[in-house]
Antibody, heavy 119, light 106 residues
Framework: QVQLQESGPGLVKPSETLTLTCTVS????????WSWIRQTPGKGLEWIGY???????NYNPSLKSRVTISIDTSKNQFSLKLISVTAADTAVYYC?????????????WGQGSLVTVSS | DIQMTQSPSTLSASVGDRVTITCRAS??????LAWYQQKPGKAPKLLIY???SLESGVPSRFSGSGSGTEFTLTISSLQPDDFATYYC????????FGQGTKVEIK
């Protein structure tokens, strides 16, 4: 059974960089697309971006200038970096696996990681 | 951006009821629509993909239909475990989600 687990700081200061890592267990990170999705009470669910195991990425145009997603296949991990954060970036951040052959349809999710942006 | 609009926002129903949730896209998305169920404090769970394909392990009381701009999720006989919030997601152009429909106990 594939499992995903987010890790990283729960509190980030305004203007700093948010960094989260997702560790995949129970299966290989190869041959799938891996996404970051966030959820806020105000904006709901928002797709941030995905990365393929080969390193190909695609980002939400509204966040593209601030987002980088990277992958480490040797560790079965992928990561999210979001720069210049503001209070509007406070959210529960999920990592997820794209269903076989798809970019965006998430069939396995992490439990979610609450990140608060505050000084 | 393709906007996804769900209706209703909240739905009150009883166990055994037939429940229908609608999702409308601001432009045509063919069949590139998925439905998820989310319970408080948990991640969303995939129910339906490509508008009408049932994800493995999902009970057959869940079904999806539609194409183009209008889609529906139907629960044929609501069960206690089905009280949750449901989201649609388009994947025709990047990905965007609906705002959610909360199914609550009547």
């Amino acid at each position: 059974q594939v499992q995903l687990q987010e890790s990283g700081p729960g509190l980030v200061k305004p203007s700093e960089t948010l960094t989260l890592t997702c560790t995949v267990s129970g299966g290989s990170i190869s041959s799938y697309y891996w996404s970051w999705i966030r959820q806020t009470p105000g904006k709901g669910l928002e797709w941030i971006g995905y990365i393929y195991y080969s390193g190909i990425t695609n980002y939400n145009p509204s966040l593209k200038s601030r987002v980088t997603i990277s992958i480490d296949t040797s560790k079965n991990q992928f990561s999210l970096k979001l720069i210049s954060v503001t209070a509007a970036d406070t959210a529960v951040y999920y990592c997820a696996r794209g269903r076989s052959g798809t970019f965006y349809i998430a069939d396995y999710w992490g439990q979610g990681s609450l990140v608060t942006v505050s000084s | 951006d393709i906007q996804m609009t769900q209706s209703p926002s909240t739905l009150s129903a009883s166990v055994g009821d037939r429940v229908t949730i609608t999702c409308r896209a601001s432009q045509t998305i063919s069949i590139w629509l998925a439905w998820y169920q989310q319970k408080p404090g948990k991640a969303p769970k995939l129910l339906i993909y490509e508008a009408s394909s049932l994800e493995s392990g999902v009970p057959s009381r869940f079904s999806g239909s539609g194409s183009g701009t209008e889609f529906t999720l139907t629960i044929s006989s609501l069960q206690p475990d089905d009280f949750a919030t449901y989201y649609c997601q388009q994947s025709n152009s990047y990905s965007t989600f609906g705002q959610g429909t909360k199914v609550e106990i009547k």
